[in-house]
């Protein structure tokens, strides 16, 4: 019997993936209690099923180096080691050993020269020699009967084994592949066949399998089905027995690399409601077709009922399968304990990390492009923000400092922040910085809130010397590119010697916004909800000139600048007097921009398209959408806007 593996590639390195992480969370929380033996226990099963599982693949060298580390987790387990700092260091970077075994087995590759090293020193930290397993036997041949055992192994899966996604006969596969497997099926539960269901297993075997292996590594056979399952491995003498039908080993599969398709995990409850929502939807749309195909006068308001109906239930479908991309944060998140350790012991600096909010979640797309910016937020916290232990000791504070990540709902956006407790930004050296890169002219005359602002700009940093860390000028430039991109903004927030805290302001989704439309001539534009504050009709003593500057509006004490949006997009037959039109105030990175348009004309939800796709960037522009009467229109990015007003940019715009 031929079974095909690959089709399972993908899940078996995705969960292995989830296992790795799983370690490297639990070893961290264990450097800080080291007597928890259910965290013990719970990184000993995440290594246990990756070694069961790249077993199952023939992944020889990710099962072999993950039965060395095995070994060691056993020992601490079984409290014949001390849980120390340097033995987490060594276990820690035994998981990225593994996470680049499993990337060499994904792509075919073999496994790094720094393997064999580090088995050693695997073993000599559990204090002897690790029994590294025997190369598996040959998946065709005969075995070697002289040194064999005899078991008898009882085999049961659970009625619903098919829809958690997996297959008993690959079981029966793996234990062939032992050794000499002889299998007899158990029908006693099989119903009669007019109840019987094709998505449930009623199946279970006894298999006498003679092999050179231990009871523990059959057992490792059924590390994946071993919670939904009736698994009994018992000894038993070597003797002839009835023939039977015996279980063909597979060859196994070469290791190409996995398909590139990216995959998502939905919840089954949400899969559940979708299929309810869409049977609501059909019968919506039938009734309104019956009531057209019968149409007559009387019956307008049955139609105009019926298609509200419809609209609700479209409406909900929407949001309904929006959610299906939705991710918790908290994958973000957890990348960053292991960072701020690794970091902070580089740089000699002690840092606790605080994680609230992990449960947010984020359009899939939003989560995934929030690694880099958030990374660079959590290096530069740690290299600039927080104080060496000798320092905090003599500000009076403690000598570990604080890092939080913290991640919360706000007015229909999410609101990411990283916050630490260290110096805080220094505002007139900032601005020394700035004059000296030729940022700003040295006469410029800036809010505290401006020159904070500073240190988004391209090639600006306050670092003396360039590190590993820092001081190159790219970290918050990256920050601020990343989440503009995802239509978001940034703002600071900081206080002397009290710490500082970065706010990112994000779109629940990437596909769909809430947007106001804009009439500007005969054009229409929208306008991302998010970024407008209030919009106004300014009189004629708000409005005033500025030489060189262009326009500028008076609004409760603020100065701000005026982009009239018929000049930047050429478009003729427009307002240009800001009294007789109105004027949108827009907010983007903490500042503040009117904008000039005729007339509002309502909010709406539009789908959001690229322009870059079939077009360029173009600067002010964020996207395009068409609306409901069938014609296109432009989403206003208030970002770009913001930099022709502020005269960041001197590109032209197309």
Not at 55 to 73: C, K, Q, W
Not at 479 to 487: F, G, H, I, M, P
Not at 520 to 531: K, N, Q, R
Not at 556 to 562: A, K, T
Request: net charge negative; charged share 25%; hydrophobic share 45%.
């Amino acid at each position: 019997m031929q079974i095909d593996l690959s089709r399972f590639r993908d899940t078996f390195f995705q969960e292995s993936a989830e296992h790795l992480a799983e370690m490297e969370a639990g070893l961290l929380r264990l450097e800080r209690e080291p007597n928890d033996t259910e965290l013990l226990n719970a990184i000993f099963r995440a290594a246990h099923s990756i070694k069961g599982a790249s077993g199952t693949f023939g992944f020889e060298d990710v099962a072999r180096f993950t039965h060395g580390l095995e070994s060691l987790l056993d020992r601490l387990r079984a409290g014949q080691i001390a849980v120390t700092h340097a033995l987490v260091d060594t276990l820690l970077r035994s998981g990225d050993l593994l996470r680049e075994l499993l990337a060499r087995a994904a792509a075919g590759t073999p496994a790094p020269e720094q393997m064999a090293a580090l088995l050693s020193e695997l073993e000599r930290a559990s204090g002897g020699a690790a029994s590294a397993p025997a190369p598996a036997p040959a998946r065709t041949g005969a075995p070697e009967y002289a040194t064999a055992k005899a078991y008898r192994i009882h085999f049961r899966p659970s009625i619903d084994l098919f829809q958690q996604g997996m297959d008993p006969l690959l079981i029966l596969r793996d234990l062939a592949a032992l050794g000499h497997a002889v299998a007899t099926a158990d029908a006693s539960q099989l119903p009669p066949l007019t109840s019987l269901d094709p998505e449930q297993c009623y199946l279970g075997w006894t298999v006498r399998l003679e092999t050179t292996k231990t009871a523990e590594e059959i057992r490792d056979v059924f590390a994946f089905v071993e919670d939904s399952a009736e698994i009994g491995v018992e000894p038993e003498a070597l003797e002839a027995q009835p023939a039977a039908v015996p279980v063909a080993a597979a060859e196994p599969k070469s290791a190409a690399a996995p398909a590139g398709t990216a995959s998502l995990r939905v919840a089954t409850s949400k899969v559940d409601k979708l299929i309810d929502l869409v049977g609501e939807l059909v019968i919506a749309q039938s009734m309104a077709k019956a009531i057209v195909d019968a149409f007559e006068p009387s019956r307008l308001h049955q139609l105009r009922e019926a298609m509200a109906e419809t609209e609700r239930y479209t409406r909900e479908l929407q949001e309904r399968v929006m959610s299906v991309r939705m991710l918790p944060i908290g994958q973000v998140f957890s990348r960053f304990p292991r960072l701020v350790r690794d970091v902070a012991a580089q740089l000699g600096k002690r840092v606790r990390v605080e994680m609230a909010g992990e449960e947010t979640e984020l359009d899939k797309g939003v989560v995934e492009r929030m690694s880099d910016p958030l990374t660079h937020l959590v290096r530069n916290a740690i290299d600039h923000g927080i104080e060496t232990p000798e320092e905090r000791r003599r500000l009076g504070k403690p000598e570990e400092g604080l890092l939080r990540l913290e991640a919360y709902h706000q007015s229909g956006n999410v609101m990411v922040a990283v916050s630490d407790d260290g110096r805080g930004l220094n505002a007139g050296r900032i601005r020394q910085k700035a004059v000296e890169r030729g940022l700003i002219a040295e006469n410029a005359v800036l809010s505290n809130e401006q020159a904070y602002n500073l240190i988004f700009e391209p090639g600006f940093s306050t670092a003396e010397k360039v590190s590993d860390v820092s001081g190159r000028g790219v970290g918050m430039d990256v920050v601020k590119r990343n989440v503009q991109a995802l239509n978001g903004s940034v703002a600071v927030d900081t206080q002397a010697g009290g710490g500082t805290t970065v706010s990112i302001r994000l779109p629940l989704t990437l596909a769909i916004l809430d947007g106001l439309l804009l009439k500007v001539g005969a054009e229409t534009y929208v306008m991302p909800l998010v970024s407008i504050v209030e919009s106004i009709r300014p009189r004629a003593d708000q409005v005033r000139g500025v030489a060189g500057k262009g326009d500028v509006v008076a609004v409760r004490g603020d100065v701000l600048p005026l982009v009239r949006l018929h000049e930047l997009f050429a478009i003729p037959a427009a307002v240009t007097d800001p009294c007789c039109g109105l004027t949108v105030i827009m907010e983007s990175g903490g500042q503040r921009t009117a904008l000039l348009v005729d007339e509002l004309l309502g909010q709406q939800q539009v789908v959001v398209k690229s322009l870059e796709a079939h077009y360029r960037k173009v600067r002010g522009v964020l996207g395009a959408t068409i609306l409901g009467d069938g014609r296109p229109a432009l989403i206003l990015d208030a970002a770009g806007l913001a930099e022709a007003a502020h005269g960041i940019s001197n590109e032209e715009t197309a």
